[in-house]
């Protein structure tokens, strides 16, 4: 059976580039999509996720609106790297259908419990504020999620500081919620994803494709490979969500080593970093890793990734609602 996914996102250069993927491969059920305030303000985020699924033909697809904000204090959102709308680079189309009406954390419990216990998979690759809201509103879902595989943290350095990625750091109280539920929980960080860059090879086999979505992710790419270039000296841009999306495609994407993973809510230099226990000890301990429910990505076949989004958007061609 597919994996069901509930892609939860603030579009986003790259969650454009992971919603397409999901969207495109035939390996996965995309079932509901989310929006969570972080790259941009929710408006902007939910206006853009819109404006992909227009670009891409999805329908059948509810796609709702989620939290505004993390649990405590207000939020930080990534202009220098998405610009002002989160979106800067290609022309957005107008959405050709509505918001679901439900609350994002809503439609994620409905999906779940709606679902055959062990169907869904929570793919979160923005801050995680409505998934850890879903498990506090709704516990039952806890134990029908298949698994929980999101994009954020990092056990090397972070970027929004030096020890915290972004995704974590804007909301690290939700992201302790979802990582200390009894679920799956595989995190793919910037070990991984800073490894996952979309260089002139990458570009030139989707400009090959010539179609309108396949114009639409160059568009993205030149304008975030720019911001990329000037604020962080990446010779390409790293697609950081997609390569969550790829794991539950293909597990050969990704090296998975389980690691207890713990989020520091209080350090005054490292608020937000995600602690995983990588020391050899604990790893060689295969009777306390039984009982570990968290993963960490250590390794990444990219050229498996480029093959799964080439095939995706292909597939996708030109089709509209």
């Known amino acids: ?7 939860d996102c603030d579009p986003g250069h790259d969650d454009a580039i992971a919603l397409l993927l999901a969207h495109g491969n035939p390996g996965v059920d995309l079932v509901a999509v989310t929006t969570v305030v972080g790259n941009s303000s929710l408006p902007n985020v939910t206006r853009n996720a819109l404006a992909i699924a227009t670009v891409a033909g999805i329908t059948g697809v509810p796609f709702a609106a989620g939290c505004d904000r993390p649990l405590l204090g207000h939020g930080e959102t990534a202009p220098g790297i998405h610009g002002e709308s989160g979106l800067d680079g290609p022309a957005l189309p107008p959405a050709s259908f509505d918001l679901d009406g439900r609350h994002a954390v809503d439609l994620i419990i409905d999906t779940v419990l709606a679902a055959d216990p062990g169907t869904v998979t929570l793919v979160p690759v923005g801050g995680l504020t409505n998934i850890a809201l879903a498990a506090r509103k709704e516990p039952r879902i806890v134990e029908r999620v298949r698994e929980v595989v ?32 009894d679920w799956p929980v595989t995190m793919v960080g910037l070990d991984v994803t800073h490894r996952a860059l979309a260089d002139r090879a990458v570009q030139e086999r989707i400009a090959a494709l010539g179609t309108a979505p396949a114009r639409f992710v160059l568009d993205m790419l030149e304008f975030y490979g720019g911001a990329y270039r000037d604020t962080q000296d990446f010779p390409s841009p790293p697609v950081h969500d997609a390569c969550a999306v790829a794991y539950v495609i293909d597990r050969a994407v990704l090296q998975v080593q389980r690691a207890p993973i713990d989020v520091e809510l209080t350090g005054t230099l490292t608020r937000g ?49």
């Open 273 to 321: 970093m995600t602690v995983v226990d990588l020391r050899p000890f604990v790893l060689a301990d295969e009777e306390a890793l039984t009982s570990c429910t968290t993963s960490v990505a250590t390794g990444i076949d990219a050229p498996r990734l480029w093959d799964l989004l080439v095939d995706a958007l292909e597939r996708i061609g030109d089709s509209r609602p």
């Open 150 to 181: 999101l994009m954020g943290g990092a056990y090397g350095p972070g970027n929004l500081t030096p020890t915290a990625e972004f995704n974590i750091a804007i909301d690290p109280e939700a992201a302790q919620i979802v990582f200390a539920q």
């Open 1 to 7: 059976m597919r994996p069901k996914i509930i892609l």
